[in-house]
Every structure is written in structure tokens, then in C-alpha cells.
């Protein structure tokens, strides 16, 4: 038995090579067996939507139910009250007015946050000394409740829309901050040694290794952090505005139309909805990325 | 450099260790190391779990400086990252957003060479380790077997005259690692660098070496050097049968079972046959 040695184990080799055709009957069970799982997965999701449908319809229906009986209409109002005012907002182009002024401080204040953070984190998470001595003051900047601060940004910067844009920033730069630098300083130590020895300058391994290392923990914190700017505008608008959806619920709330501050708060969650069904495929662009273990945020 | 320089040296090696940021005592990892590669030769290294001869590997390719004596690389000092020196890791290390010849092409990338001779030299030993189909395919979508082989041509493709090897075939089933055990011997008869091949399995060491070197327990000092005599090329697959194997194996178990024995309080009645 001459096996083992030159050409003959290349051969061995081939076994790995692509599978031959199968024969009709194993086409058939292939088939039958893609067919079925398509349909299992069809009644899966038709199972999902109607439960998530059902919980809709109990919550309107407890609601209205409760409403006048269990606890006073003046607390939670009813839900064709908060129907009728977002009917008449619509209607009356209240809602997009004041919309375009949230949106507007929300995507500024989402570019601005995310843009300083990643230009800050950058040289950060490279530079693993200069991280240490900046990260007690990092983290206490994080710590600050944005909230407590409002009031101050409204003194220094007006009431138009910049502390919105600021507030707004500021709700996007830290986790976009923290993320960017785990992605820089997670690239696998084995990877960079690997790299080195194959003759890699500092610029090539940068380029060919951290920066597309670190891309997904980016890109994961971009999408977890577009809501988190929308709040930020808000909270801007709660503390001194006239106007912007913020406004809107604050200015029912003190009048004390409780349809009118559901309202509102539903506009707003159902834009943050969308805008994070909209960035979902930013979390995962590329097909190298199936199979590989990101962490991201909650969302 | 005189053509009859070593392609390794080690000279009284020592290698100490502070293990945690904050560990009270530094380890010493390696102690008082000599040895010698020559051109062309196949030269393993076996021994228990952490007596440093991964380290050894490090110290070669320049991740690591000895704390004490001398390492040489074809007459040369080694200082600095040695990127003469090509570095199989026991983790495969393939970047996870770059295919299979992308990877492959790696080394040459970094090391200038044109994209079309590039692209050449990579399809060349893809074919050889029979890839060839899933030039294309991403790391993830291999199995372990393909993966190693592919880690294992990445690195020989820009031929070097010394190539490092940690444990390769360590996570891989019985079967794929005797075929791979073949095949590394293919490809390195192809173009005879020194090989330093880290290793746990004395059969691999036998089936592949020139000459073993057998470490003791921490610190790693050199227990014992084997010449392997076996002709070549050699039959992988049944090695076991060759004459002369079995008295090498017997001796070189001989030496680790003693250090295992060391670490270990022994067993009463232990008895291995």
C-alpha cells in the first residue's frame, strides 16, 4: 500500500471538493424537505403578527374598557379621544409642523454626536495610555443626567433649535464614544501579531485589520443610537420650546389633555419605530458578517 | 552571513514572566535554552503544557525578547518583530471579512508583491491543498480542516526560510489531521524551509521530524534531543509501521511521562503500559 506520499495525497484532498449530483429520489426528498420548511416558517410568522395584532386590540380594548370605570377618563383619557386629536393634528398640519423641528434637531444633533465621537474615539482606542488617562473623565462626563443640564444649555446656547441639536448630540456621542473604542481595541491580539510578522506596516494593518475589525462595533452603535437622539431632542423641547412634538405634549400637559399628551408621546414612538426598522440593516452589512458574534446595544 | 550559519540559534535562552498585571512573582518560562535549526531541517519541539515552547516560537519570530541570551535568526540577532520568519498560530488567526484568496494573498500584499503575481503564487498552493472552488468563500463558511490548510499555505506562500508552527493540527479530528499531516509534508518538501513545529502528539512529532527536542516542565529546560532517522518521503498514514518507530515512541513517551509525573502528584498503581 504505496498510500501517503506526493500527488496520492493531494487526491485525498479532493474529498473535500464540491458534492456530486444527487438522483432523482434524493432530489425529491430535498425538495419536499424545502418545501415543508417554507411553510412551517409562513405559519410561524402568520402565528407572530396575529398575537402581536392580538395584544394590540386587548390593550385599546382594556383601556377603553377601563376607562371611566376602573381609573377616571381625566388620567388616562380614552382612545378615541387621542384618535380624534391625531386626526385633527393631521388635519389641521399640526403635525408635521411641529415634526419637522424634531426631526430636524434629531438628525443633526444623530450626525454631529456620532461624527465627534468617532473622530474622538479614533486616536482613543488606538492609543491604549492616552485612553486610561482620559477614561475617569469620560466617564464622568457620561454620568452627568443630560436632563439636569438642559436648563443650562438653554442659557448658553438660546431657544432655538441649537440646544436641542446639542441635547440630541449629546445623547448619541457616548455610546457611539464607548463602542467605537471596544471595537478598536478588540481586534484579536493573534490577528495583529499574525499580521506583523507577515511584514505589516503600522498604515497596512490599520487598514487591513483594525479599521475593518472595528466597522461592525460601529455600525451597531449608529443604529442603537438614532433613538436616543430623537429623546434628546425632545428633552430640548420639554425644557423651553415653542415648538417641536416635545412642545406639543408639554403644552397638553399643562393644560392638562391627557389625549393630547398620549398623542404626542405615540407620534414620537412610532417615528422612533421606524427609524429603528430603517437602520436595522445597518447592523449587519456584509456577508462575511453572518456567522460572526458582534455585541451590540439593546435595540 | 556564512551559508553555514544556523537558521535558528538559541543561546542560553531565559524567559521570565510577570503572568497578571498585578502578580506578586514573575514565572520563569524558559530556562537556560540551546538549540539549533538547520537549513532545511524539521525540527519539533513536544513537552507538557506550558513549558514554553510556544514561547520559543515567539522569541523566533520576535513578539517576545528573551530576558536573558541570545536568539538568532540566519546569524542575526532577532530584535523586533521578525518578518523574515512566516508563523502558523494554533488559532487559524484568518481575517474574518476577506476570502480564502484574500487571505492567502495577505503576506504578499503586505510584503509589495504585484497583484497579478499575487493572485498566481495563491491559486498555485490553493490547488495544492485542494481548495480550489472556495477561493471565494469567507472564512466562516469553512470547515476547520479547510481553514487550517489555508492558514498553512497563507504563510508559505511567501516562502520563507524558517517557518514557525504552533500546534496546527491541535483542534482538528483524527482523520483530518493525518491528511493534513501529509500534506504539510508535501508542501514543505516542496521548498525545504527549517521548520520549529510545536506539538503535543508524539506521533506527529515522529511522522514529520527531522530531529525532537523534548522539554521538561516549567521552566522549560531541554531534557533531550532525538535524532529521527525514519527515510523520507514517509508514509504519513502508517507511520506506526515503520521500522523503528516504535522504540522511538516508547522513549520520547518515556521522557514526557516522567515529566507529567513531575506536575502530578502520582497516582498509586498508575501504571501506563
Not at chain 1, 370605570?69 to 381625566?74: A, E, K
Not at chain 2, 476570502?99 to 492567502?104: A, D, H, I, M, Q
Amino acid at each position: 500500500m504505496g498510500l501517503g506520499n506526493g500527488a496520492r495525497v493531494t487526491a485525498v484532498g479532493e474529498r473535500i471538493a464540491l458534492p456530486r449530483p444527487p438522483a432523482d429520489a434524493a432530489v425529491r426528498v430535498l425538495e419536499d424537505t424545502l418545501t415543508r420548511r417554507q411553510a412551517t416558517l409562513r405559519a410561524r410568522r402568520r402565528t407572530v403578527w396575529l398575537a402581536r395584532l392580538g395584544i394590540l386590540v386587548g390593550v385599546i380594548v382594556a383601556w377603553e374598557l377601563s376607562s371611566g370605570t376602573l381609573v377616571r377618563t381625566f388620567f388616562v383619557s380614552r382612545p378615541e379621544a387621542v384618535a380624534a386629536r391625531l386626526v385633527e393634528w393631521t388635519l389641521n398640519g399640526d403635525l408635521f409642523w411641529h415634526g419637522q423641528f424634531t426631526l430636524t434637531a434629531t438628525f443633526i444633533g444623530y450626525m454631529v454626536g456620532a461624527l465627534a465621537a468617532i473622530l474622538l474615539a479614533w486616536p482613543l482606542g488606538l492609543m491604549p495610555r492616552a485612553y486610561r488617562v482620559a477614561e475617569p473623565y469620560i466617564l464622568l462626563a457620561y454620568s452627568i443626567p443630560a436632563v439636569a443640564l438642559g436648563p443650562v444649555f438653554i442659557l448658553w446656547f438660546g431657544l432655538e433649535l441649537l440646544p436641542k441639536i446639542i441635547l440630541a448630540a449629546y445623547f448619541v456621542f457616548f455610546v457611539v464614544f464607548i463602542n467605537t473604542v471596544a471595537g478598536f481595541r478588540q481586534v484579536p491580539r493573534g490577528l495583529i501579531d499574525v499580521s506583523l510578522v507577515m511584514g505589516a506596516s503600522r498604515a497596512a494593518l490599520f487598514r487591513t485589520v483594525i479599521l475593518p475589525s472595528a466597522v461592525p462595533y460601529v455600525l451597531a452603535a449608529l443604529r442603537a443610537t438614532l433613538p436616543a437622539a430623537m429623546i434628546g431632542a425632545v428633552v430640548g423641547e420639554f425644557i423651553a420650546s415653542n415648538r417641536g412634538l416635545g412642545y406639543l405634549a408639554s403644552a397638553a400637559a399643562s393644560e392638562y389633555e391627557t389625549d393630547g399628551v398620549i398623542a404626542a408621546a405615540f407620534v414620537m414612538a412610532v417615528i422612533v419605530l421606524a427609524l429603528t426598522v430603517l437602520l436595522r440593516p445597518l447592523g449587519r452589512v456584509t456577508r462575511w458578517q453572518r456567522g460572526v458574534d458582534v455585541s451590540e446595544g439593546s435595540l | 552571513m556564512s551559508t553555514s550559519a544556523p537558521a535558528v540559534r538559541f543561546q542560553s535562552v531565559y524567559k521570565a514572566f510577570i503572568a497578571r498585571e498585578r502578580a506578586a512573582q514573575p514565572i520563569l518560562a524558559l530556562e537556560d535554552i540551546s538549540f539549533v535549526a538547520n537549513p532545511g531541517e524539521f525540527v519539533s519541539l513536544v513537552g507538557p503544557s506550558g513549558c514554553g515552547k510556544s514561547t520559543c516560537l515567539n522569541l523566533v519570530a520576535g513578539l517576545t525578547a528573551p530576558s536573558a541570551g541570545l536568539v538568532e535568526h540566519q546569524g542575526a540577532r532577532v530584535s523586533g518583530v521578525n518578518t523574515k520568519v512566516g508563523y502558523i498560530t494554533q488559532d487559524d488567526n484568518l481575517l474574518p471579512w476577506r476570502s480564502l484568496v484574500g487571505n492567502v494573498e495577505l503576506g504578499l500584499e503586505f510584503r509589495g508583491v504585484p497583484a497579478p503575481e499575487r493572485r498566481r503564487r495563491a491559486r498555485e498552493l490553493i490547488d495544492v491543498v485542494g481548495l480550489i472552488g472556495f477561493e471565494h468563500h469567507y472564512p466562516h463558511e469553512l470547515s476547520g480542516g479547510m481553514r487550517k490548510r489555508a492558514s498553512i499555505v497563507r504563510t508559505l506562500v511567501y516562502d520563507t526560510d524558517v517557518v514557525l508552527m504552533d500546534e496546527p493540527f491541535g483542534p482538528l479530528d483524527a482523520q483530518t489531521r493525518v491528511i493534513l499531516q501529509a500534506e504539510l509534508q508535501n508542501l514543505w518538501q516542496r521548498s525545504r524551509p527549517s521548520v520549529l513545529f510545536v506539538t503535543h502528539d508524539l506521533v506527529e512529532a515522529i511522522a514529520l521530524s527531522d530531529r525532537i527536542i523534548v522539554f521538561t516542565n516549567r521552566p522549560g529546560t531541554i531534557k533531550r534531543e532525538y535524532r529521527v532517522d525514519l527515510p523520507r518521503p514517509r508514509d504519513i498514514f502508517h507511520i506506526h509501521e515503520t521500522p523503528g518507530f516504535s522504540d522511538l515512541y516508547d522513549a520520547l513517551w518515556a521522557d514526557i511521562r516522567a515529566e507529567i509525573g513531575a506536575a502530578h502528584a502520582p497516582v498509586a498503581g498508575e501504571r501506563i503500559a
